[in-house]
């Protein structure tokens, strides 16, 4: 079945440092891949996403890379701030079926 | 907009009780989404909805769940009876359309059974 799996489970860095998180999907017909973050005792919010016809979209500090062919796709945030401790979580779906499957997440920490 | 709207934030109950969670979408949102979050299992698809019809409902983990959308700005999750291993934080989230563009999630429903 469809499944997405996401690496590492746990990330620590050092304040201005860069975190990256890649995931891997197995459903080739996704094409919509979302970002979400989750602070501790919150509901987990869209930071940013990235569709199939696109090879990297970026935002401020975070930036997305897919690679369709591999079927990876990554989440980079540089200059990272005590602010980005959360659980990101890497989802894929694709139209029509609108059934989005998420990974397992990363628990980010920042180290001041 | 106030965003989805979900009730109760917590909810401890005693198993075997029957279990009521509720969920208003955004107006406007024509898909509606249940997900149950445990470290365990992460965030998994119980349901959705689209235009108050179940879709997809394979998630369901048994016939103790049950969920319906009467409208469009109302669902319910209902988990009669209920057991400890349904203990849980239940999110809902709505999105527009049928094409991508993200969730938005309510607050989710803290459950616990004891």
């Known amino acids: 079945g469809e499944n997405v799996e996401q690496h590492p489970s746990t990330l620590s860095v050092q304040e201005g440092d860069s975190a990256v998180i890649k995931c891997t999907y197995s459903d080739s017909a996704s094409n919509y891949f979302p970002w979400y973050k989750q602070e501790l005792g919150k509901r987990p919010q869209l930071i940013i996403d990235i569709r199939s016809n696109v090879g990297e979209k970026k935002d401020q500090r975070i930036a997305v890379t897919l690679n369709k062919t591999a079927k990876h796709f990554s989440l980079h945030i540089t200059e990272t701030q005590p602010e980005d401790s959360a659980v990101y979580f890497c989802a894929a779906s694709k139209t029509g079926g609108f059934k989005t499957i998420f990974g397992a997440g990363t628990r980010l920490f920042v180290k001041a | 907009d106030a965003g989805v709207i979900q009730s109760p934030r917590h909810e401890v109950t005693e198993m075997g009780q029957e279990v009521t969670l509720r969920c208003k979408p955004i107006?406007?949102?024509?898909?509606l989404f249940w997900y149950r979050q445990t470290m365990m299992r992460g965030l998994e698809l119980l349901i959705y909805?689209?235009?108050?019809?179940?879709?997809?409902d394979s998630g369901m983990p048994e016939d103790r769940f049950s969920a319906k959308m009467p409208n469009a700005s109302f669902s319910t999750l209902k988990i009669q009876p209920s057991e400890p291993r349904d203990s849980a934080v239940y999110f809902c989230?709505?999105?527009?359309?049928?094409?991508?563009?993200?969730?938005?999630f309510g607050s989710g429903t803290r459950l616990t059974v004891v």
């Open positions: 989230a709505s999105s527009l359309g049928g094409g991508p563009g993200g969730y938005t």
């Open positions: 107006s406007g949102h024509d898909y």
């Open positions: 909805f689209n235009n108050n019809v179940p879709i997809d």
